[in-house]
């Protein structure tokens, strides 16, 4: 008797075990905060104008880009020269905000990575005379503190994020680990973004 008495209590606990776990999931899973997606995506990339790695990716985030909209993705680059390693880095981040301001940053960024065995200062100008660049402002803005504060901002951030090699890309604040297909999983992570937001917006229309 008393060993059916112990059974019947051991049932009993195990029964109960199983109805709180069940409810806890259950109260995790209603709990849950879904991610707000809004549109556009953000993928932003810490890149060296000079570093191989970086080289190898740039057609293929290029041709990932050109796949989306501006209403769907943010592309923003960002700098991380590896100054222990690549010369020219710097230089080359500094020169590239220095054709921002001639509203040709997108021309320049392309002409770097095509030409990433000629970054001196000789040929980060005569990029910028092929641009059709001011010259004379393109020089002063080199020695501009606030041109040079954009990459030197952009370094900071990596720095306070963690991100110490390039290219590191992040979409929506998290960090992707790259695959040995990086032109799918880019597209598919931006994607699967897109979707979500969109998911959302017609769920409150």
Known sequence: MK????NIV?????????????????FIKAN??????E????LEEFSDFQCPACGAYYPVVEKVRSEFSSEELDFQYKHLPLTTIHEYAYTSAVASEAAREQGKFEEYYRI????????????????????????????SDLQN???IARVENDNK???????????????NGKRLTMSTNPEEQLRNAIQEKID???SQQQATE
């Open 3 to 6: 060993n059916l008495n112990t």
């Open 112 to 139: 770097l990575f095509e030409n990433q065995d000629n970054l001196t200062d000789e040929d980060l100008l005569n990029y910028a005379q092929e641009l059709d660049l001011d010259i004379e402002k393109f020089k």
């Open 157 to 171: 951030e990596a720095e306070d994020r963690g991100y110490d090699s390039t290219p590191t890309f992040v979409l």
């Open 39 to 42: 549109l556009p995506v953000v």
């Open 32 to 37: 849950k905060t879904e991610e707000v997606v």
């Open 10 to 26: 051991l049932v009993i606990s195990i029964v109960l075990g199983i109805g709180l776990f069940a409810g806890l999931v259950y």
């Open 196 to 198: 979500q937001a969109k």
């Open 145 to 147: 503190p606030d041109i």
